[in-house]
């Protein structure tokens, strides 16, 4: 438990930077994984070592595929390393895909609230709807003259998202 409150002001630190410089500082990320990973090593010895380096990998790889496909960027992906070293596996997991449910909701909220994001919302679909059905993997593909791509800080869906899984943790009482 105490791990994660440790977890809680590193993301703290994280939302103000990404929220104010659109950059999740390399100090931040390297720092909370060692000291996830050190923690974890000293509370409970090599078992927690352990713990520690599956949540690191759990938080890492998931995001790893994310940021190839260009979804998030790589402070993120760090930022989830070093919240699995401080919370393990399971938690990092539950975190990351409450945090992706919540940016899908920012984000269908983002494009509706656009002049044309009805219009975007039906192309999406359409694009969608060629891969499942014909399998036609070219429209994972940006298109390079689309230069509109909707973005916003990674961390505005990160910070609910966990804040969630913690509600969800201690209700559970785990």
Known sequence: ML?????????????VTDITKQKIPNWLTVTGAI????????????????FSAAGLACGFAPMLALYVLRAVGAGDVKLFAALGAFTGAIFSLYAMAASLICAGLI???????RSDGVQRLTHAGFLLIQL???????????????????????????????????????????
């Open 132 to 174: 499942a059905a014909f399998r036609k993997l070219s429209v994972l593909k940006s298109d390079p003259a689309s230069d509109g791509r909707l973005r916003f800080p990674f961390m505005w869906a990160v910070l609910p998202g966990v804040m969630i899984t913690i509600i969800q943790w201690e209700a559970l009482g785990v």
């Open 35 to 50: 000291c996830g990973l050190i923690f974890h090593l000293v509370t409970t010895g090599w078992n927690g070592l352990a």
């Open 3 to 15: 791990g994660i409150w440790f977890a809680a002001v590193m993301l703290a630190v994280a939302f």
């Open 107 to 113: 984000a269908l909220l983002v494009l509706l609230w």
